[in-house]
C-alpha cells in the first residue's frame, strides 16, 4: 500500500473486520427467514407426514405461493424504492381486464399478455409522475386503484369475462411437471434480484428509497428512481393479474384489495423496512412460501384454515420483535468495538 | 442575498486559494450557512457574482457546482443507511464490469470494495471494514464516511473545492482529531477548503485564515497567525468594531 499523502497510511487494523459474534447476528437478520421456513417445513414434515414431505406436495406450495409472490414483489420494489403502491388490485385487474376484452375480441393471445404489461407500466409512469410532485404516495395510488378499479368494470362491462382458455399456458399447463406461475416467479425474482444487488441502476433505486438525498447530492437525478421503482411495481401487478386470470381462465374485474395486504404480510416477514431503501428479493420469496408452508400443512392436517392466519400474524410479530432484538445488539456490541479501537488505535 | 425582507448576507466578498483553509465564524443567524448554500449551488444568490478560478460561474443547482469540482458535507450526513461503506462512497461513480455485463450495468463490486478501501487509506481515515452497513456505524464514522464521500470527489490538481457545514459537531476528540487531520491533508495536497463551526479552538488549529461575519456582513478577515481567541470572540459578538469601515 503506497500512500501518496506525505503521511503514511494507517496500518490495517484487526477492528476493520466485524467480531464473529456481531457477524453471526446479522446472518440470522439477513437469513433468519430461511432458517425459520426451513424448521418450518421440518416440523411440518414430522407433524404431517406422510403427506406433506413429498414432491407432490412441494410442487403444490409454491404454485400456492406464486399468486402471492408476484404481487408481493411489486410491494416490495415500490417499498424498498420509497413508496408503498396500494393501485396494484386495480392495475392486475384493470390489466386482466384489458387482455380479456381484447382476447373475446379475436386479438391474438400475446397482445392481450403485452397490452396488459403496458397497462402495469404506464400506471407505474402515472403514479411516478404524479408522485413527484410532492404528493403523499399512498394517497395517489389510492386514487388511481380507485380510477382503474371503475375502468376495469367499465370495459368488461361489470361482469366477469369468462372462457379465456388461450391463456392456460401459463395458469395450469405444466411444463416438466413445474406449473407455469411456479416457472414465472421464478424468472421475475432472478431478474429482480440480480437487477437490485448487481446493477447500478438497482443499487441507485435501493440507495434513492434510503435515502434519496444521499443520491441527489452525488449528482443523480434521483427522481428517474422513484418512477422506475413505480413502474417496476406496475408491471408485477399487470404480470399477477394475468397470471390469476390464466389460473381461473376468467378476467374479474373487481380489484381485491386483499391481495395488497397477503402481499404485505409476505413482504413484512421478509423483513423489507417500511421506510424504504432495505430489503431483499430472494427473502421475500421465502415470505410468500412461508405464508403457503403454513396453509398446506394445516390443511393436510385438517386444521380450520383460520388458524393459518393466526399463526401467520403471530410469526409477524415475532419476526419484527426478533428484528429489533438484533439490531439493538449488534449496534450495543458495535459501540464497544468502536470504543475500544479508539482507545488502542491511531497512536 | 434575501431571505425574503431579511438581508442575510450583505455585500461580502470572499475568496479562497488552493491549498488554504478558510474558516468561516460567526453566531447564529450571522449568514456563516447561508454563505455555504450560496457557494454550494443550494440558494442563488439575489446579486453578487461566483468566480471558480476566474471565471464567472452561475449555480442553479447542487450538481451545477459539482461540475465545478466544488463538493459540500453538510450537517445531516445524507448517507444510505441500509448501504455499505463501499456503496456509500461509489454512488454516482460506480464501476461497472468489463465485457457485456457491464454493457448492461451490471457494478464491478469487488472493485469498488478495493477503491473505496484504497482511498479512505489514502486519506488516511480508519472506521471499519467497508462492507459494513453505514447504519452500523457510530456518529464520528458516519461522519469520517460523509467527509471521505466529499473527499474522494475533489482533487486538488484539478482545483477542487470543499465546504465543510459543522464537520465536528458530532464527533468526540479522536474523531475530531482524525477529521482535523484530515482537512489539513486534503489542503496539502491543494484542495481549498471552507470550514463552517462555532468551534473556536478547532479553526485556531485548522484554518490558515479566518473571516468572520456579523448579521450578514464581514466584519474580519485575517491570517489565523495574526489574531487570537479574545479578538475573534469580539467579532463575532460585535464587540469589537469591523476590521472594514462601515
Not at chain 1, 406496475?234 to 378476467?251: D, H, M, N, R, Y
Not at chain 2, 473571516?211 to 470572540?233: E, S, Y
Request: aromatic residues 6%; positive net charge.
Amino acid at each position: 500500500m503506497t500512500g501518496t499523502a506525505s503521511t503514511a497510511a494507517p496500518t490495517r487494523n484487526p477492528a476493520d473486520v466485524d467480531p464473529a459474534g456481531v457477524r453471526w447476528l446479522i446472518f440470522v437478520r439477513d437469513r433468519g427467514i430461511f432458517v425459520l421456513w426451513v424448521l418450518l417445513l421440518l416440523g411440518f414434515s414430522v407433524w404431517a407426514n406422510p403427506y406433506f414431505a413429498s414432491l407432490d406436495n412441494a410442487i403444490l406450495i409454491a404454485n400456492a405461493a406464486s399468486l402471492t409472490a408476484i404481487f408481493a414483489a411489486g410491494v416490495a420494489v415500490g417499498i424498498i424504492c420509497g413508496a408503498l403502491d396500494l393501485s396494484i388490485p386495480g392495475t392486475a385487474a384493470f390489466g386482466s381486464c384489458l387482455c380479456g376484452v381484447l382476447l373475446t375480441h379475436g386479438w391474438p393471445t400475446w397482445t392481450g399478455i403485452v397490452a396488459a404489461l403496458l397497462v402495469g407500466v404506464v400506471v407505474g409512469l402515472v403514479n411516478g409522475l404524479i408522485a413527484l410532485r410532492g404528493f403523499n404516495p399512498i394517497v395517489v395510488t389510492i386514487g388511481t386503484l380507485s380510477v382503474l378499479s371503475g375502468l376495469a368494470a367499465v370495459i368488461a362491462g361489470g361482469y366477469t369475462i369468462p372462457g379465456l382458455d388461450a391463456l392456460t399456458f401459463m395458469g395450469t399447463q405444466r411444463y416438466a411437471g413445474v406449473p407455469g406461475p411456479v416457472w414465472i416467479v421464478a424468472a421475475l425474482f432472478v431478474l429482480g434480484t440480480v437487477f437490485l444487488t448487481r446493477t447500478r441502476d438497482g443499487i441507485r433505486m435501493m440507495a434513492v428509497g434510503g435515502n434519496r438525498e444521499a443520491v441527489r447530492r452525488s449528482g443523480i437525478h434521483s427522481d428517474r428512481y422513484t418512477v422506475l421503482g413505480f413502474v417496476i411495481s406496475g408491471f408485477c401487478a399487470a404480470l399477477g393479474g394475468l397470471v390469476t386470470t390464466a389460473l381461473v381462465t376468467e378476467a374479474n374485474p373487481e380489484a381485491s384489495p386483499g391481495i395488497i395486504f397477503t402481499a404485505l404480510t409476505a413482504v413484512a416477514l421478509a423483513g423489507v423496512s417500511l421506510s424504504g431503501g432495505r430489503g431483499s428479493l430472494p427473502r421475500v420469496l421465502v415470505g410468500a412460501l412461508i405464508l403457503a408452508t403454513i396453509s398446506n400443512g394445516l390443511t393436510i392436517k385438517g386444521i380450520q384454515p383460520y388458524w393459518g392466519t393466526t399463526v401467520t400474524g403471530l410469526l409477524l410479530l415475532g419476526a419484527i420483535g426478533l428484528e429489533k432484538w438484533i439490531s439493538a445488539t449488534v449496534s450495543r456490541r458495535l459501540v464497544t468495538t468502536a470504543q475500544a479501537s479508539a482507545h488502542t488505535g491511531t497512536r | 442575498m434575501h431571505y425574503g425582507f431579511v438581508r442575510a448576507l450583505d455585500g461580502i466578498d470572499v475568496h479562497v486559494q488552493p491549498g488554504e483553509v478558510l474558516g468561516l465564524l460567526g453566531d447564529n443567524g450571522a449568514g456563516k450557512s447561508t454563505l455555504l448554500k450560496v457557494m454550494s449551488g443550494a440558494h442563488r444568490p439575489t446579486n453578487g457574482t461566483i468566480l471558480v478560478h476566474g471565471e464567472d460561474v452561475v449555480f442553479s443547482s447542487p450538481s451545477d457546482s459539482t461540475h465545478a469540482g466544488i463538493q459540500m458535507v453538510y450537517q445531516d450526513l445524507a448517507l444510505v443507511d441500509a448501504q455499505d461503506i463501499a456503496t456509500n462512497l461509489s454512488v454516482g461513480r460506480e464501476i461497472l464490469r468489463k465485457g457485456p455485463l457491464g454493457w448492461l450495468g451490471f457494478v464491478d463490486h469487488k472493485a469498488q470494495r478495493k477503491r473505496a478501501q484504497a482511498e479512505l487509506d489514502r486519506l488516511g481515515v480508519r472506521t471499519a471494514a467497508v462492507t459494513r452497513p453505514v447504519e452500523m456505524l457510530s456518529g464520528g464514522q458516519r461522519q469520517v464516511v460523509a467527509l471521505a464521500r466529499s473527499a474522494t470527489r475533489v482533487s486538488g490538481d484539478r482545483g477542487g473545492v470543499l465546504l465543510l457545514d459543522e464537520p465536528t459537531a458530532a464527533l468526540g476528540y479522536e474523531q475530531t482529531q482524525q477529521v482535523q487531520a484530515l482537512i489539513r491533508r486534503l489542503a496539502g495536497n491543494g484542495v481549498a477548503c471552507v470550514l463552517v463551526t462555532h468551534n473556536l479552538p478547532l479553526a485556531m488549529d485548522v484554518c490558515d485564515r479566518l473571516v468572520v461575519l456579523n448579521r450578514g456582513r464581514k466584519v474580519a478577515d485575517v491570517p489565523t497567525a495574526q489574531t487570537d481567541d479574545d479578538q475573534l470572540v469580539g467579532w463575532i459578538t460585535g464587540a469589537r468594531p469591523s476590521m472594514f469601515a462601515a
